[in-house]
């Protein structure tokens, strides 16, 4: 079955960049290690849920292009930014042939590894949805390794305080992604809208967390510009946070620029690669 959110993909030109931009933001960044059939590279950011971040860059794009990153590469060239997300599952075969039985287009469980800096290798099975790993939807995966091998618990910095609040991806066709999501999660869509009226959707809530599904209802806004340039797929990520007010405080204090909003704030996309990241 589906036990939660895995980890969230934020897509980066260059890995070095990218992982003192956030430490800069105050997370504890390690380096991930190297895919090399698939071409990529990462680093890691734990939280103190038990999810991560996975900053992922690509050492070889042309290899790339010709795996599963296929999709991914297309998206870097539209500019850095969130690439996709992952669901954790423990029965990994056997969610496959329920999806498939709910008409969910999801792919044969393959193998997947990398290996660390320290020479450990990290195993684990993925199956993907619409044949793409940053795309509408998330893609599965099942550990074949422990997990402390693959993330490493969170034990300090920004993401030691963080947990996944709320992921909104962003869609083209509210209705319809409502309809997919609902067989995915096993989970009733409420009609959501914002309170400008430019953004509608649906949110879908489990034990373990919510997805937002929005849709754009005019040109112009940031949710529609990401549908213009980078296609559907995860648009936000929402972290709740102890002690939010010292965060502000302290991101202030290094030159972040922040976007205030109801119950806490944004950091600026340019200030994080891209992604949109908000603490609560």
């Not at 402390?148 to 030691?160: D, F, H, N, V, Y």
């Not at 609040?165 to 066709?173: G, L, M, N, R, S």
Request: proline share 4%; glycine share 10%.
């Amino acid at each position: 079955m589906i036990t939660g959110f895995d980890h969230f993909i934020v897509l980066v030109n260059h890995l070095d960049t990218a992982i003192e931009t956030y430490r800069r933001l105050g997370f504890d960044v390690r380096v991930g290690g190297e895919h090399p059939a698939f071409g990529s590279h990462n680093a890691l950011i734990a939280l103190a849920d038990g999810t991560y971040i996975e900053l992922v860059a690509f050492k070889d794009a042309t290899r790339a292009a010709k795996t599963f990153w296929g999709a991914a590469v297309t998206k870097l060239r539209a500019g850095e930014g969130f690439g996709g997300f992952v669901l954790a599952s423990n029965d990994l075969a056997n969610d496959v042939t329920r999806l498939r039985q709910r008409a969910l287009r999801v792919g044969e469980p393959s193998a997947g590894a990398r290996v660390r800096p320290d020479g450990q290798r990290v195993e684990w099975h993925i199956a993907l949805c619409d044949d793409s790993p940053v795309g509408l939807l998330p893609f599965l995966i099942q550990d074949d390794t422990p997990r402390a091998l693959r993330i490493e618990p969170a034990t300090q910095g920004l993401g030691g305080r963080a947990r996944v609040h709320q992921v909104v991806v962003a869609v083209k066709h509210a209705e319809r992604a409502s309809q997919t999501y609902s067989a995915l999660l096993d989970a009733e869509p409420i009609r959501v809208k914002n309170v400008t009226g430019d953004v509608t959707g649906y949110r879908l809530t489990r034990e373990w967390g919510t997805i937002v599904l929005a849709q754009p209802m005019r040109r112009g806004n940031a949710l529609a510009d990401q549908l213009a340039r980078r296609g559907e797929g995860l648009y936000a990520l929402t972290l709740d946070v102890e002690g939010v007010g010292r965060d502000r405080h302290e991101l202030k204090q290094r030159g972040i620029e922040l976007v205030e909003d109801a119950g806490g704030f944004l950091i600026a996309p340019e200030f994080a690669c891209g992604a949109r990241i908000r603490l609560v």
